[in-house]
């Protein structure tokens, strides 16, 4: 029995040891094997996903040499919002939106989105839920909520929204988002669907010791350097997000400073005739000219809610690291909890001591088997710390895996995005600049010689 | 060599053939700071060259200022063009600077000044004139110039001065007819009798345009020119957030980032460069002609004041001629009236009393006289109780009489004093009506062939400045397209890759 007892002791070692390593190095034993969300866990009741990111592991590993190697598997579900109407409904009015995926097109509200948000930030909390647009607050006192540009600039980050969650390999295939995307009755299912979540919820809080103040022992350098970075990315959106404002504040006068020059130069050109003929075709050069700078305003402003929402969404990184750090803490102190019972469980088998005599006795006494009883109790510890220890480890694992991998490529793919859009927008409008000054000056030049240089 | 009368013929100067049979241009090259003595007070010398010859000399601004002085005494019918404006104490307290030390300030005086030359030497009548070429002169003192003629013997007030060249008479300088007490000086506030209705509608304009140019569109163009410096400046903290942000970031990312910034960065400098220009080829010429409006309508205002001259001339001159043949009529009077007591005196029968009729004769000259409204005929005799009638006014006149009798102890010799000097006085108004009328005519045809001239020069002027605004935009919006297209071209490449 001794013998048991020692080899199962030392099995018990160890499975510590190994997990252990797993701990510093998730993403080793990943390559190896793909990580399988059980339907055990806690996490959701419905998918099981088999997700293989083997080939994904490579971006994060060779960072500086990928720039122009990596590759964006991304999956291509083509999501779009657009069309907003104004919508009454009972006594409420509110705007609704067309949300138009491959199969399907839906109308929802704005309520509609935040439930999404909600349910998937609950079910899935180890993933980085992008962020919602601002509720916009102002605009509500103002009145302002149905005008033209806070619902134009409102879709374009609710368009965003679902296409982050479509992108994402869990979120994006999630039951909830594709009733979002295609139920027809849609208000009936959206609560049972809360109603189960919230259940679901109270479990999980149950099991995890929430222990906020103490730090974790081993603090991996990868999360630190995570949250460090993201930190610093918060830190660099903040200042260029102010940097833009003002920019875009400045140009907004100087397309009034314009328009007053402009109205001078027409009051110019009433009380001289002789200057009409070459004053009016400035003016109306210019008049077009003001035109493009306030589209070209507008595309800056776009950015400028991009940036905003960049902003929201590592602080959505920040939160998910912060619950990993949370379940490190959880996972030492469950080791430690771990030890302690292997402690009891050798000073039980040594049969040692008087106490232990005693209660053998008593146990012959009661007519129970005392191998067996120990042996059992020992199997049932040694199960229990198993289990908690898997469902650890691979809660680390998927979190730190999928999001490290799906932050990477996400930035990725919509710093490229954004910037390319901005710039092919900002090109557009600064082409027809030229055309229009272009025109001005041939029209002043009239029958002369035009100037080579500017044709 | 001094030429100081003739307009038209030049004085074939080396300057002179310089700058009209060469057609050289007037280039100011350079600025810099010097002073007189080790312990003096230093000053900005601007240094002038005449197209690539080796004529050139330096002057400072002050210099310029008094040589711009003189040409609007010299000229004054003449549309001097204006010199960039003194610092004054506002933008002293502004700035607390001076202009020496402000470099933005001395390119922009070289780049004026520069302007002011090339448009006095293009000028008819300016670029002529001798004074001018003694200005550009190499190693010639200002103060020499200023000291000697024509500007030593320019009279204080323009209006004592022949413009126009007439036979006998020296132009441009101290004339003494019209120097003399006799000729009236206008008031600002004198009223034509006869205006030129050109000359009116001119006035009219002038005042409007000076004053919608400086307070209208000179402060609104100047507004959009330091907002685009504002828009610069941001510009480049933009750019520089960008660059930091890229550093912080890694692989295509990074270089997007990175590449936005640039674009950045350029928009900064292009904006910049963008200001730069307007200040010179738009900003610039707009402040001269606010300035010119201006001068406009001070040289209006001359002409007006010269008109008012003739015609106080030709009135003074008329009532002249009045109180002269009334004294005349007097002298004839008293002669007849003379002759006539000798010859009675002779038959010796009514003896009269010579000394009434002398009075009641007396009074009457007096009545017409007093009617006449001029205030420059002045009489001995103060009495000009003419007009009224009554008790104490025959008391009055009685005392007045026994007064003068007391004091003047010779009525005619007093009278004849008084001929002689109306005949004088007439000979010098005719003289200077002689004089100024035609002057008015040469000033009304040679200003309003300034104005037409100028007025051509305008438009050419606004449409160059016009046509500049818009290239300089278009070269503007054409750097910036390239360095965001040259973005563009990257990002698509990134995604393109598989």
Same mark, same amino acid.
């Given at each position: 029995?001794?013998?048991?007892?020692? +080899?199962?002791?030392?099995?018990?070692?160890?499975?510590?040891?190994?997990?252990?390593?797993?701990?510093?190095?998730?993403?080793?034993?990943?390559?190896?094997?793909?990580?399988?969300?059980?339907? =055990?866990?806690?996490?959701?009741?419905?998918?099981?996903?088999?997700?293989?990111?083997?080939?994904?592991? +490579?971006?994060?590993?060779?960072?500086?040499?990928?720039?122009?190697?990596?590759?964006?598997?991304?999956?291509?579900?083509?999501?779009?919002?657009?069309?907003?109407?104004?919508?009454?409904?009972?006594?409420?009015?509110?705007?609704?939106?067309?949300?138009?995926?491959?199969?399907?097109?839906?109308?929802?509200?704005? =309520?509609?989105?935040?439930?999404?948000?909600?349910?998937?930030?609950?079910?899935?909390?180890?993933?980085?839920?992008?962020?919602?647009?601002?509720?916009?607050?102002?605009?509500?006192?103002?009145?302002?909520?149905?005008?033209?540009?806070?619902?134009?600039?409102?879709?374009?980050?609710?368009?965003?929204?679902?296409?982050?969650?479509?992108?994402?390999?869990?979120?994006?295939?999630?039951?909830?988002?594709?009733?979002?995307?295609?139920?027809?009755?849609?208000?009936?299912?959206?609560?049972?669907?809360?109603?189960?979540?919230?259940?679901?919820?109270?479990?999980?809080?149950?099991?995890? @010791?929430?222990?906020?103040?103490?730090?974790?022992?081993?603090?991996?350098?990868?999360?630190?350097?995570?949250?460090?970075?993201?930190?610093?990315?918060?830190?660099?959106?903040?200042?260029?997000?102010?940097?833009?404002?003002?920019?875009?504040?400045?140009?907004?006068?100087?397309?009034?400073?314009?328009?007053?020059?402009?109205?001078?130069?027409?009051?110019?050109?009433?009380?001289?005739?002789?200057?009409?003929?070459?004053?009016?075709?400035?003016?109306?050069?210019?008049?077009?000219?003001? !035109?493009?700078?306030?589209? @070209?305003?507008?595309?800056?402003?776009?950015?400028?809610?991009?940036?905003?929402?960049?902003?929201?969404?590592?602080?959505?990184?920040?939160?998910?690291?912060?619950?990993?750090?949370? !379940?490190?803490?959880?996972?030492?102190? @469950?080791?430690?909890?771990?030890? +302690?019972?292997?402690?009891?469980?050798?000073?039980?088998?040594?049969? +040692?001591?008087?106490?232990?005599?005693?209660?053998?006795?008593?146990?012959?006494?009661?007519?129970?088997?005392?191998?067996?009883?120990?042996?059992?109790? @020992?199997?049932?510890?040694?199960?229990?710390?198993?289990?908690?220890?898997?469902?650890?480890?691979?809660?680390?694992?998927?979190?730190?895996?999928?999001?490290?991998?799906?932050? !990477?490529?996400?930035?990725?793919?919509?710093?490229?995005?954004?910037?390319?859009?901005?710039?092919?927008?900002?090109?557009?409008?600064?082409? !027809?600049?030229?055309?229009?000054?272009?025109?001005?000056?041939?029209?002043?030049?009239?029958?002369?010689?035009?100037?080579?240089?500017?044709? | 060599?001094?030429?100081?009368?003739?307009?038209?013929?030049?004085?074939?100067?080396?300057?002179?053939?310089?700058?009209?049979?060469?057609?050289?241009?007037?280039?100011?090259?350079?600025?810099?700071?010097?002073?007189?003595?080790?312990?003096?007070?230093?000053?900005?010398?601007?240094?002038?060259?005449?197209? $690539?010859?080796?004529?050139?000399?330096?002057?400072?601004?002050?210099?310029?200022?008094?040589?711009?002085?003189?040409?609007?005494?010299?000229?004054?019918?003449?549309?001097?063009?204006?010199?960039?404006?003194?610092?004054?104490?506002?933008?002293?307290?502004?700035?607390?600077?001076?202009?020496?030390?402000?470099?933005?300030? $001395?390119?922009?005086?070289?780049?004026?000044? &520069?302007?002011?030359?090339?448009?006095?030497?293009?000028?008819?009548?300016?670029?002529?004139?001798?004074?001018?070429?003694?200005?550009?002169?190499?190693?010639?003192?200002?103060?020499? $110039?200023?000291?000697?003629?024509?500007?030593?013997?320019?009279?204080?007030?323009?209006?004592?001065?022949?413009?126009?060249?007439?036979?006998?008479? &020296?132009?441009?300088?101290?004339?003494?007819?019209?120097?003399?007490?006799?000729?009236?000086?206008?008031?600002?506030?004198?009223?034509?009798?006869?205006?030129?209705?050109?000359?009116?509608?001119?006035?009219?304009?002038?005042?409007?345009?000076?004053?919608?140019?400086?307070?209208?569109?000179?402060?609104?163009?100047?507004?959009?020119?330091?907002?685009?410096?504002?828009?610069?400046?941001?510009?480049?903290?933009?750019?520089?957030?960008?660059?930091?942000?890229?550093?912080? %970031?890694?692989?295509?990312?990074?270089?997007?980032?990175?590449?936005?910034?640039?674009?950045?960065?350029?928009?900064?400098?292009?904006?910049?460069?963008?200001?730069?220009?307007?200040?010179?080829?738009? #900003?610039?010429?707009?402040? /001269?002609?606010?300035?010119?409006?201006?001068?406009?309508?001070?040289?209006?205002?001359?002409?007006?004041?010269?008109?008012?001259?003739?015609?106080?001339?030709?009135?003074?001159?008329?009532?002249?001629?009045?109180?002269?043949?009334?004294?005349?009529?007097?002298?004839?009077?008293?002669?007849?009236?003379?002759?006539?007591?000798?010859?009675?005196?002779?038959?010796?029968?009514?003896?009269?009393?010579?000394?009434?009729?002398?009075?009641?004769?007396?009074?009457?000259?007096?009545?017409?006289?007093?009617?006449?409204?001029?205030?420059?005929?002045?009489?001995?005799?103060?009495?000009?109780?003419?007009?009224?009638?009554?008790?104490?006014?025959?008391?009055?006149?009685?005392?007045?009489?026994?007064?003068?009798?007391?004091?003047?102890?010779?009525?005619?010799?007093?009278?004849?004093?008084?001929?002689?000097?109306?005949?004088?006085?007439?000979?010098?108004?005719? %003289? #200077?009506?002689?004089?100024?009328?035609?002057?008015? #005519?040469?000033?009304?045809?040679?200003?309003?062939?300034?104005?037409?001239?100028?007025?051509? /020069?305008?438009?050419?002027?606004?449409?160059?400045?016009?046509?500049?605004?818009?290239?300089?935009?278009?070269?503007?919006?054409?750097?910036?397209?390239?360095?965001?297209?040259?973005?563009?071209?990257?990002?698509?490449?990134?995604?393109?890759?598989?």
């Amino acid at each position: 029995m001794a013998q048991l007892t020692d +080899s199962q002791f030392n099995v018990q070692w160890d499975i510590l040891q190994s997990s252990d390593n797993g701990l510093l190095d998730p993403l080793n034993e990943m390559s190896n094997e793909p990580a399988i969300l059980s339907s =055990q866990n806690c996490f959701t009741e419905s998918s099981h996903i088999d997700i293989d990111i083997s080939d994904k592991k +490579s971006n994060f590993s060779n960072d500086s040499n990928s720039s122009s190697s990596s590759s964006v598997n991304i999956p291509q579900i083509i999501v779009k919002v657009k069309e907003p109407r104004k919508e009454t409904e009972q006594q409420s009015t509110f705007i609704s939106y067309l949300v138009e995926s491959q199969n399907k097109k839906v109308r929802r509200r704005f =309520q509609d989105f935040v439930w999404l948000h909600n349910v998937l930030y609950i079910h899935f909390p180890a993933c980085f839920v992008p962020p919602l647009p601002d509720k916009h607050r102002l605009e509500y006192v103002k009145g302002d909520r149905f005008s033209a540009d806070f619902t134009e600039k409102r879709r374009i980050s609710l368009e965003r929204f679902i296409q982050r969650i479509a992108r994402h390999p869990i979120l994006g295939k999630a039951e909830f988002f594709i009733m979002f995307l295609e139920s027809s009755e849609f208000n009936d299912a959206s609560s049972r669907a809360l109603r189960e979540g919230q259940e679901t919820m109270m479990d999980t809080i149950g099991d995890s @010791l929430l222990n906020a103040f103490s730090k974790i022992r081993k603090p991996d350098a990868r999360f630190i350097e995570m949250k460090e970075h993201s930190d610093l990315m918060e830190q660099n959106l903040d200042m260029l997000q102010k940097t833009l404002l003002r920019t875009n504040k400045r140009y907004e006068d100087l397309c009034k400073d314009y328009q007053e020059f402009t109205a001078s130069l027409s009051g110019l050109s009433d009380m001289e005739p002789a200057f009409q003929s070459f004053l009016i075709p400035l003016i109306a050069g210019l008049n077009e000219y003001t !035109k493009h700078m306030n589209q @070209l305003r507008l595309e800056d402003e776009k950015w400028q809610i991009e940036i905003q929402d960049y902003m929201a969404y590592y602080h959505t990184v920040k939160d998910v690291l912060k619950l990993r750090d949370q !379940k490190q803490l959880d996972f030492e102190e @469950l080791s430690d909890y771990l030890v +302690s019972i292997t402690e009891d469980k050798i000073k039980f088998g040594e049969n +040692s001591g008087v106490a232990s005599y005693i209660t053998d006795k008593l146990n012959e006494v009661r007519g129970a088997d005392a191998d067996k009883i120990k042996r059992e109790r @020992l199997n049932k510890m040694d199960e229990r710390v198993k289990e908690i220890q898997e469902a650890i480890d691979q809660s680390l694992h998927i979190s730190t895996g999928f999001s490290d991998q799906i932050r !990477k490529e996400d930035t990725f793919f919509n710093n490229n995005k954004s910037t390319e859009m901005y710039d092919v927008l900002k090109t557009y409008t600064d082409a !027809k600049s030229v055309q229009v000054w272009r025109n001005v000056v041939q029209a002043l030049e009239g029958g002369q010689d035009i100037d080579p240089n500017f044709l | 060599m001094s030429n100081r009368n003739s307009l038209k013929p030049t004085c074939d100067c080396a300057i002179d053939r310089a700058l009209h049979r060469d057609e050289n241009y007037i280039f100011i090259t350079g600025a810099q700071k010097q002073s007189d003595s080790p312990s003096g007070k230093s000053y900005i010398a601007y240094y002038i060259r005449i197209g $690539v010859n080796d004529i050139e000399t330096k002057r400072r601004y002050s210099e310029f200022e008094s040589f711009r002085k003189a040409l609007t005494l010299l000229h004054p019918a003449l549309i001097v063009p204006p010199i960039p404006e003194k610092h004054s104490l506002v933008d002293y307290a502004a700035l607390q600077t001076r202009v020496k030390d402000d470099l933005p300030m $001395v390119e922009k005086r070289k780049r004026m000044l &520069q302007t002011f030359l090339n448009r006095v030497a293009k000028h008819p009548e300016l670029g002529k004139d001798h004074v001018f070429h003694r200005f550009l002169e190499s190693g010639g003192s200002w103060s020499d $110039v200023l000291h000697s003629p024509p500007l030593s013997t320019l009279p204080k007030n323009p209006l004592q001065m022949v413009i126009s060249k007439q036979p006998d008479v &020296q132009a441009h300088t101290f004339n003494a007819v019209l120097s003399s007490n006799l000729i009236p000086t206008p008031s600002a506030a004198y009223q034509l009798k006869n205006p030129d209705p050109r000359f009116e509608e001119s006035e009219k304009f002038t005042f409007r345009i000076a004053n919608y140019m400086s307070n209208n569109l000179d402060k609104s163009q100047r507004k959009v020119i330091r907002r685009l410096g504002e828009l610069a400046n941001d510009y480049a903290e933009l750019g520089a957030v960008y660059n930091g942000f890229s550093l912080n %970031e890694t692989g295509a990312v990074a270089n997007a980032i990175e590449k936005v910034g640039q674009a950045v960065d350029a928009s900064y400098t292009e904006t910049g460069q963008m200001v730069t220009s307007l200040e010179g080829e738009f #900003a610039e010429p707009i402040q /001269e002609h606010a300035q010119f409006a201006q001068i406009i309508k001070q040289v209006l205002k001359f002409r007006h004041m010269k008109h008012a001259q003739v015609e106080m001339i030709e009135n003074t001159l008329n009532n002249k001629k009045d109180t002269l043949d009334n004294l005349l009529r007097m002298e004839n009077e008293a002669k007849r009236l003379e002759e006539a007591m000798t010859r009675e005196r002779t038959i010796g029968a009514n003896a009269v009393n010579v000394d009434e009729i002398n009075q009641t004769e007396d009074e009457n000259p007096y009545r017409t006289m007093s009617n006449s409204s001029s205030s420059t005929v002045r009489l001995d005799r103060p009495s000009s109780s003419g007009n009224w009638s009554g008790g104490p006014m025959k008391v009055i006149s009685a005392v007045g009489h026994t007064l003068q009798n007391i004091i003047d102890v010779n009525p005619e010799a007093t009278r004849r004093n008084q001929i002689g000097m109306s005949k004088d006085a007439m000979g010098v108004l005719q %003289e #200077a009506l002689d004089i100024t009328k035609p002057d008015l #005519a040469a000033i009304s045809t040679e200003l309003q062939a300034d104005l037409d001239r100028f007025q051509t /020069e305008k438009i050419q002027d606004m449409r160059d400045m016009l046509i500049a605004y818009a290239k300089i935009h278009i070269r503007y919006c054409q750097k910036v397209l390239y360095y965001y297209s040259k973005l563009d071209m990257i990002t698509n490449i990134l995604l393109i890759e598989p």
